[in-house]
């Protein structure tokens, strides 16, 4: 008998000890889904307006000491109200939030039996990670944990020289106790904060991640299991989900000094790139010590909120078209209809109240095809007696012809500078004809 079932008994024991290795391709294509959202880099160095973490790395034991023992006690972000950034993010049309709950220092901003070095020895004794999470959560934002393998603090307690995968011991794949110590944090984080939806390993993921697996078999792992590019985009689109992670300013945590922020205008243009070559963004802000956002990182939100209440459907549930541009024109496809959405640079470009003739000879055109201006009803122009603001479409053999009116007044001055986006619905892919086809059919009609 046990002859006969020792090779089922064996295959059982071994379907039951195999390790989960990627995400799960529905989980994926949810991810893909969502296209936006918020990072959020904040630990207790803010206050002093560090770059986060890294001035451990080859520092001095007397700064290190300081770091490490004096900080904490000074910091208590007394304004800190995570229901602010959590409506700003849904707004901003920010589908789910990563969020730093240790970066490369080792510190903890939850309340972790790992470590004193965490949170709950600040003067601010409170679970920032909790409640981050809760309020996100009550705005129907998916909740991701940003979790560094690395841990300078760790390394400084155990006489390991602090730097990043300079030495064998960095790597938890080689140090035993820090691995040790990275699974009971990632087990306190996906144990006791309910469902975590994706988890971004910022070092050696190898061990972590299966690990997160098992805990969570439907958490979705993206840097450590996905390209996420920092601060660069892709020349072409990526196969497969990939994300982009960039900064306002010119720094992840808050930096109180010369600081430039892109424009609400540049960060527009950025997630339209992205989504059209198959990304999603990951904006970061840099909340300040005392727990609020900057305000030139507010105001980009609330513009990015604007853009976001016209034209959303164009960002998300979207896919690539089978062309990413066509001259400066940007597509996104709808991912279960043949909808198109043509990103059409606006402010200068495209003026209020004026018409402007498009020729798109990639999109061709059908007795079903509609194409409308997202959020604009083409009827009227304010304050304009019989304007004509109809859209005007005609297939022709150079392609779709569109003639519309960028009538939507979303600024008071009229100077919205933002892109207004073309939905185009029922059209099909017209491959464009090569100059060997040309002459073939010119030597055809001879």
Request: glycine share 8%.
């Given at each position: 008998m046990l002859k006969v079932f020792f090779p089922v008994l064996v295959f059982i024991g071994l379907q039951a000890s195999a390790q989960q290795t990627v995400n799960k391709p529905e989980r994926e294509?949810?991810?893909?889904?969502?296209?936006?959202?918020?990072?959020?880099?904040?630990?207790?160095?803010?206050q002093v307006g560090?770059?986060?973490?890294?001035?451990?790395?080859?520092?001095?034991?007397?700064?290190?000491?300081?770091?490490?023992?004096?900080?904490?006690?000074?910091?208590?972000?007394?304004?800190?109200?995570?229901e602010?950034?959590?409506?700003?993010a849904k707004l901003a049309g920010m589908k789910y939030v990563v969020f730093t709950t240790k970066h490369h220092s080792g510190f903890c901003m939850w309340d972790t039996k790992t470590t004193p070095f965490n949170v709950m020895n600040t003067p601010f004794k409170r679970d920032i990670t909790k409640e981050l999470f809760d309020a996100f959560r009550k705005q129907?934002?998916?909740?991701?944990?940003?979790?560094?393998?690395d841990d300078f603090n760790y390394l400084y307690e155990n006489k390991i020289?602090?730097?990043?995968?300079?030495?064998?011991?960095?790597?938890?794949?080689?140090?035993?106790g820090l691995m040790n110590l990275d699974k009971a944090q990632v087990k306190e984080l996906l144990t006791n904060y309910g469902k975590i939806d994706l988890i971004f390993f910022d070092g050696p993921a190898e061990g972590l991640k299966e690990y997160a697996w098992k805990l969570q078999p439907d958490i979705i792992v993206t840097r450590g299991q996905m390209q996420t590019p920092e601060q660069n985009l892709p020349d072409k689109p990526i196969p497969g989900p990939w994300e982009a992670c960039f900064t306002m300013g010119t720094d992840w945590q808050y930096k109180p000094t010369n600081d430039p922020?892109?424009?609400?205008t540049e960060i527009i243009n950025m997630l339209i790139e992205t989504r059209a070559k198959g990304g999603n963004l990951l904006m970061n802000v840099g909340p300040k010590p005392n727990g609020e956002l900057q305000i030139e990182q507010e105001a980009r939100l609330q513009e990015l909120a604007l853009?976001?209440?016209?034209?959303?459907?164009?960002?998300?549930?979207?896919?690539?078209?089978?062309?990413?541009?066509?001259?400066?024109?940007?597509?996104?496809?709808?991912?279960?209809?043949?909808?198109?959405?043509?990103?059409?640079?606006?402010?200068?470009?495209?003026?209020?109240?004026?018409?402007?003739?498009?020729?798109?000879?990639?999109?061709e055109a059908n007795g079903k095809t509609k194409v409308s201006v997202l959020g604009y009803g083409s009827n009227l122009l304010e304050y304009k007696e019989g304007f004509d603001a109809k859209v005007y479409t005609a297939s022709t053999p150079i392609g779709l012809v569109v003639s519309a009116v960028n009538?939507?007044?979303?600024y008071t001055n009229n100077q919205w500078p933002n892109p207004v986006i073309l939905k185009i619905e029922n059209v099909t892919y017209k491959k464009a004809v090569t100059k060997e086809e040309k002459q073939k059919k010119i030597d055809g009609a001879l």
């Open positions: 294509q949810q991810f893909i889904d969502w296209g936006f959202g918020m990072f959020i880099h904040w630990s207790f160095d803010s560090a770059v986060i973490s890294h001035s451990m790395a080859g520092a001095s034991a007397d700064y290190v000491d300081r770091l490490v023992h004096e900080l904490p006690k000074t910091f208590n972000p007394k304004k800190f109200d995570p602010e950034w959590a409506v700003a129907g934002i998916a909740i991701g944990v940003y979790f560094s393998p020289p602090i730097g990043r995968l300079q030495h064998p011991q960095h790597y938890p794949a080689n140090n035993a922020h892109k424009s609400g853009w976001n209440l016209v034209n959303q459907e164009a960002i998300h549930d979207v896919r690539t078209w089978n062309l990413s541009k066509e001259g400066n024109i940007w597509f996104t496809k709808a991912k279960d209809t043949n909808t198109v959405y043509a990103f059409v640079q606006g402010g200068d470009a495209w003026k209020y109240g004026t018409r402007k003739e498009f020729v798109f000879k990639t999109l009538g939507h007044r979303l």
